[in-house]
């Protein structure tokens, strides 16, 4: 089945600067990979995703690429603000519709 | 998106005992998963709840101990049965419309102390 690997587990930015946090999956079948966002006490949000026929797709501050050949993703966060801190969670989709996840991601953003 | 409702939205339990998790969501929806996520950690699937029939549940996790009910379109149940500490955790429920997208939207957590 997928396994979704995922780094780094802490990141602390400065305010303004850019996050980038990275995943890799082993199943070369999986197609469709998204991003959540849990800030706490809540649910993971979804923030964005992307298919495999795609190599990026941007939303605002927000963008994810994806390399198919070398199995990574990436999320990228630019101009940073103090709400985007946050865990962060990608996700492969494993074939029989099963999300696997990652490990997740704790970002800081300091002022 | 879709709106989906938990309750209770937290708890703290006895040893022993059993919890029933609710999951409303405003709009039918093809897929409803629960999902585990413990203290720190990341989300684990515990089973896809199946209207009509028998949850289909991951490696791990049984139907004895996670009972799961699906009467319908828009509503399931999940239960923490006999309960230690070990289950404390957040309970997730999560939904998939039956458009194909893949989107999954999760509910806001049911968090429970097992003391």
């Known amino acids: 089945g997928e396994n979704v690997e995922q780094h780094p587990s802490t990141l602390s930015v400065q305010e303004g600067d850019s996050a980038v946090i990275k995943c890799t999956y082993s199943?070369?079948?999986?197609?469709?990979f998204p991003w959540y966002k849990q800030e706490l006490g809540k649910g993971p949000q979804l923030i964005i995703d992307?298919?495999?026929?795609?190599g990026e797709k941007k939303d605002q501050r927000i963008a994810v690429t994806l390399n198919k050949t070398a199995k990574h993703f990436s999320l990228h966060i630019t101009e940073t603000q103090p709400e985007d801190s946050a865990v962060y969670f990608c996700?492969?989709?494993?074939?029989?519709?099963?999300?696997?996840f990652g490990a997740g991601t704790i970002l800081r953003v300091k002022s | 998106s879709a709106v989906i409702s938990q309750k209770p939205s937290r708890d703290i339990c006895q040893r022993g005992t059993s919890l029933t998790i609710q999951c409303q969501v405003d709009?039918?929806?093809?897929?409803m998963f629960w999902y585990r996520q413990q203290p720190g950690q990341s989300l684990t699937l515990i089973a896809t709840?199946?209207?009509?029939?028998?949850?289909?549940?991951e490696s791990g996790f049984v139907i004895d101990k996670f009972p799961i009910s699906r009467p319908n379109l828009t509503f399931s149940t999940l239960t923490v049965s006999n309960m230690s500490p070990e289950d404390s955790s957040i309970y997730l429920c999560?939904?998939?419309?039956?458009?194909?997208?893949?989107?999954?939207?999760f509910g806001e957590g049911s968090r429970l102390t097992v003391l």
């Open positions: 999560s939904v998939k419309r039956g458009d194909n997208t893949g989107e999954l939207f």
């Open positions: 199943d070369s079948a999986s197609n469709y």
């Open positions: 992307i298919r495999s026929n795609v």
């Open positions: 996700a492969g989709l494993e074939y029989g519709n099963k999300l696997v």
């Open positions: 709009s039918q929806v093809t897929m």
């Open positions: 709840a199946n209207q009509g029939s028998e949850a289909t549940y």
